[in-house]
């Protein structure tokens, strides 16, 4: 799958962030997010604040590292109506920041991929998810773009749950279940795989299942839907709402469905 254009992802964080403010703006602080159900919108809404401005201050410093006390720099505003006006100005220096930097350059990121164009993708995905999220939560869900969905399952497979450190290796079975969009006409081949590894940080020993998309394989099941559909299921959102079909051997499938339910963290 190619990925979309730098300009497309700049284009959906912008968009897609303004259509949650515009949601939660009319949605009570109190309700609660259905996928989420720890959180009120209010907690939605200053979630994607935070993250919003740690990327804007990762991307105006690249390529220095993140420091770990950036996460919880800011402070909570007190009402819902300074809630939203803190997102509405993180949210545009994220796309200021953005729009201002080299796609190519160096930057921080927690993937193995260190540009500021992961960031453009990640973000895109971020504000996509949490605006269906914020939907979810006032029940008034709209449809997801097909294309950005779409790459939405790319990026789900291939970096939430499927990326490597440095130190770790993921060897892939033989056995592949091919996830299919019907509306837009990709196929990726998932390999049921394993990984192994020691983290330098805390000398803590991997082996585990884990996920791998490969190029060729004779896949054992097949998972369709659309993209849109699929994506929420990848990010466990719209239950009982999002459709996927699940064809061939469905013990592949539970294995990886397993997997995949496994928090993204």
């Known amino acids: 799958m190619q990925r979309l254009a730098f300009d497309t992802y700049l284009d959906h964080v912008r968009t897609e962030s303004s259509r949650f403010h515009e949601v939660l703006a009319g949605c009570r602080p109190e309700a609660r997010v259905p996928a989420c159900p720890d959180w009120d919108a209010a907690d939605l ?11 804007t201050k990762i991307i105006t410093t690249r390529p220095a590292p993140a420091e770990e006390s950036d996460a919880g720099r800011l402070e909570r505003p007190g009402s819902y109506e300074a809630l939203l006006t803190a997102f509405e100005v993180h949210s545009a220096a994220l796309v200021e920041a953005l729009a201002a930097a080299d796609p190519h350059e160096e930057a921080w990121h927690w993937s193995s991929e260190h540009t500021v164009g992961a960031s453009y993708r990640r973000q895109a995905h971020e504000a996509l998810i949490h605006r269906l999220d914020a939907e979810e939560t006032a029940d008034l869900v709209t449809p997801l773009d097909a294309a950005l969905a779409a790459d939405g399952v790319h990026e789900a497979l291939t970096v939430m749950f499927g990326d490597c450190p440095p130190w770790g290796t993921i060897t892939p079975s033989d056995r592949a279940v091919a996830v299919e969009m019907t509306d837009t006409g990709h196929r990726l081949l ?4 394993r990984f192994t590894g020691t983290d330098p940080d805390d000398g803590v020993t991997y082996d585990e299942p884990d996920i791998a998309v490969v190029d060729a394989a004779t896949p054992v099941a097949t998972v369709s839907g659309t993209a849109a559909d699929l994506d929420a299921w990848l990010w466990h959102r719209g239950s009982g709402r999002v459709h996927v079909h699940v064809d061939g ?9 397993a997997i995949l339910k496994q928090p993204i963290d």
Not at 45 to 55: E, G, I, S, Y
């Open 45 to 55: 809404l200053w979630h994607l604040t935070t993250v919003q401005a740690f990327w």
């Open 249 to 257: 051997d469905r013990g592949a499938y539970d294995e990886l469905a």
């Open 190 to 193: 998932v390999a049921l795989a």
